[in-house]
């Protein structure tokens, strides 16, 4: 996970890239629900305190504690390939000098994979 900007701006939306790159020696089928249904966006300060949602953030995460999954597109992913998207955001009540940690949860039926941490300081 990383983020286009390294330094948002209060009041910008911030805009979340991201990359899952099969490493099995072996084709993976993951499912593609867009990026909100599928995926949690958890944002904290560094001190581990949860921000709150903006919300269009309480409804993203509604959407994504239904289940709901009308957009999926099942997707194999061959040994080594990567999958690469990108989402702008405005989930989160972010403040200016305040340093964040922000990842991102897929999930898939059973299977939950968390993405590494990214640190900010807004603006």
Excluded: C
Excluded at 81 to 93: K, M, N, P, R
């Amino acid at each position: 996970v990383s983020l286009a900007t390294t330094v948002p701006t209060q009041g910008e939306p911030i805009t979340v890239q991201y990359r899952i790159r099969n490493i099995s020696g072996e084709p993976i089928k993951i499912v593609d629900a867009g990026f909100w249904p599928n995926h949690r966006i958890d944002v904290t300060t560094v001190d581990g305190m949860l921000v709150s949602r903006t919300t269009a953030g309480k409804d993203a995460l509604r959407v994504f504690l239904s289940g709901d999954r009308r957009k999926t597109v099942l997707r194999t992913l061959m040994p080594a390939e990567v999958l690469d998207d990108a989402q702008t955001i405005t989930h989160f009540e972010l403040r200016s000098g305040v340093r964040y940690r922000l990842s991102i949860t897929y999930v898939a039926g059973s299977v939950e994979l968390k993405s590494n941490q990214v640190e900010f300081t807004v603006r």
